[in-house]
């Protein structure tokens, strides 16, 4: 394809791309298709011969969109929202066309450099400390990964290398394998899954705690299960503090978890996935009390601040340990400015690397401050909204206190008429809700997804929340 070529296909893609986003509301939210729908839809093998570019874009609804799940639509409520906006939208494509791997600082230097910048404004952004930004002069720092899950892999295997390195000072006769058959992380049960399936990557032992009965993960359950292993020979060495859980969005006692971790010299690390971006808010900084005795510090902008995934943003204060973990260091990669900036393939799991930063500087620069603060408070504003609506209907009840842009509701009654419940709602495809459970107790979440979402979308979905309960409750 040819540059005259390209200008015309971006163009009309452009084009394609605001249409769909701008009449998002007209489509079903989850697609009528069954498993291997798109089989019969496309030749058996690829095409010897080079199509016209508008041969492919006249595929792109009956082959895509007829199977796409539409994560913006307002009617969409499941899971947690998944950012997007024009800027990082034409970001992405900027990134795209730039294409280099910005594993080392001399693959390229802006690559790295703005990475490095737009961590400290986010940081800033957010309250984070001074000791976490590479403002401070210090070596602590940002950093973009893929995924919240990759970050608490990576923060883990630091703490294991930090711990590792501590312990063969003081037992040098100890061998590593005596040393990770001994270590044991923490978190709360509620933690999401990526939590333990960390520990299994990382082959080491993670229990689970018993929150309290606001789902928090409380200081004094974490000492008492510190000292337990401890006495039976067991090497504490990492905790995962949970702000903002999947199941509910509970959020636990990180001050508390902070001064048992300072106490034990047990790495902290703080997975704020979905409710970081709300710290931009200076009202809900509360939330993240005690964040200075934590170690490490991962929330996600592609969830919620209109940055188009991946953008998974992780602080380190003292990253020499994912990079004594993760280097390895040929000679092809090594250059003259080494250790004068980072090389941020030490501070991942992956080798290459695309130029997200890119992402953040855009939406950052086109949208302000002021204007994510408004799109997280209406958000939350919209959430309170159908929780004033559920709480007029006597027939219902709130399962968690809403804090966020995510309601967690029920019928009052069994888990079954739940359970019924939904398969009404998502059977009737106007809207789309997932659940939860919780110590037995089954619940249907309601998240704010959509930067289209208003007021009216939310009585709407609350009108196909109550016109399924009817039909349900009357055995219909």
Not at 86 to 110: K, R
Request: proline share 5%.
């Amino acid at each position: 394809m040819e540059a005259k070529e390209f200008k015309e296909f971006s163009s009309a893609m452009t084009n394609y791309i605001a249409e769909y986003l701008e009449n998002i509301r007209d489509r079903q939210v989850v697609p009528s298709v069954k498993p291997g729908y798109l089989r019969p839809l496309v030749p058996e093998q690829a095409p010897e011969k080079p199509e016209p570019w508008t041969a492919v874009m006249d595929d792109i609804e009956r082959v895509i969109m007829s199977g796409v799940t539409h994560w913006h639509s307002p009617r969409f409520h499941a899971y947690f929202p998944t950012a997007n906006s024009y800027p990082s939208i034409v970001a992405d494509m900027l990134s795209g066309a730039i294409a280099c791997i910005g594993f080392t600082w001399i693959a390229s230097p802006a690559c790295t450099e703005l990475e490095v910048v737009m961590l400290d404004w986010l940081g800033q952004m957010i309250g984070l400390p001074e000791e976490f930004l590479a403002r401070s002069g210090g070596e602590a720092g940002g950093v973009i990964q893929g995924t919240a899950s990759e970050a608490t892999l990576v923060a883990l295997l630091g703490a294991k290398s930090r711990t590792m390195h501590r312990l063969k000072e003081q037992h040098p006769e100890w061998t590593e394998v005596e040393i990770l058959s001994k270590l044991v992380g923490y978190c709360n049960k509620q933690a999401h899954s990526s939590v333990e399936r960390a520990g299994l990557l990382g082959g080491v032992k993670l229990r689970s705690l018993a929150p309290d009965n606001k789902r928090r993960l409380r200081g004094d359950t974490l000492k008492e299960a510190i000292e337990e292993d401890t006495r039976n020979g067991l090497i504490p060495f990492y905790v995962v503090a949970t702000l903002g859980t999947t199941s509910s969005c509970a959020f636990d006692a990180l001050d508390e978890i902070g001064n048992v971790c300072k106490e034990k010299d047990i790495w902290l690390h703080v997975d704020a996935a979905y409710a970081g971006s709300a710290f931009i808010c200076p009202e809900y900084r509360y939330l993240m009390k005690g964040v200075e005795k934590a170690d490490s510090f991962n929330f996600n902008p592609h969830k919620w601040m209109l940055v188009n995934f991946d953008c998974s943003a992780m602080w380190l204060k003292q990253p020499r340990w994912i990079v004594d973990a993760f280097s390895v260091d040929p000679l092809y990669l090594k250059h003259d400015q080494q250790g004068s900036a980072p090389d941020y393939r030490h501070w991942q799991i992956p080798l290459g690397r695309r130029f997200r930063s890119l992402k953040l500087w855009f939406v950052l620069r086109l949208y302000g401050v002021e204007n994510l603060q408004k799109h997280i408070r209406k958000h939350i504003a919209l959430a309170h909204l159908y929780e004033k609506l559920c709480l007029e209907d006597d027939r219902f009840e709130l399962y968690e206190e809403v804090t966020m842009g995510l309601v967690c509701f029920r019928l009052k009654g069994s888990n079954d008429i739940n359970e019924a419940l939904l398969r009404r709602i998502n059977g009737r495809g106007k809207i789309h809700l997932v659940p939860s459970k919780i110590d037995d107790v089954y619940f249907l979440r309601l998240a704010i997804c959509s930067r289209y979402s208003e007021e009216n979308d939310i009585r709407e979905s609350w009108a196909e929340v109550k016109a399924s309960a009817n039909e349900v409750l009357a055995g219909n």
